[in-house]
Nanobody
Framework: QVQLQESGPGLVKPSQTLSLTCTVS??????????WGWIRQPPGKGLEWMGS???????YYSPSLKSRTSISRDTSKNQYSLQLSSATPEDTAVYYC????????WGQGTQVTVSS
């Protein structure tokens, strides 16, 4: 079965870039019509879709985060990553990598805190 695993620093300083990587096992990120992205949940708030990268490498971003967000992939490692620039404390959240043809697969989530 497909498994997703987030990795990256749990603490980021304000104004720095928040970077996370998702490692996909049990399936290929190039599988036709599959999409791989990121969803976050700030404390006390709902889930927020951030963006994704498709099987063909096309990017899709939330309009509210597009200017600060970059999602890329390394097909040789079956990994994709998130970079969120100019981080602020409001970016503190649990970050999930998600994927499949309809968000079938979720990672367990990783807490990222933006604080000095």
């Amino acid at each position: 079965q497909v498994q997703l695993q987030e990795s990256g620093p749990g603490l980021v300083k304000p104004s720095q870039t928040l970077s996370l990587t998702c490692t996909v096992s049990g399936g290929s990120i190039t599988t036709s019509y599959y999409y791989w992205g990121w969803i976050r949940q700030p404390p006390g708030k709902g889930l927020e879709w951030m963006g994704s990268i498709g099987y063909d490498g096309r990017n899709y971003y939330s309009p509210s985060l597009k200017s600060r967000t970059s999602i890329s992939r390394d097909t040789s490692k079956n990994q994709y990553s998130l970079q969120l620039s100019s981080a602020t404390p409001e970016d503190t959240a649990v970050y999930y990598c998600v994927g499949g043809n309809r968000h079938n697969y979720w990672g367990q989530g990783t807490q990222v805190t933006v604080s000095s």
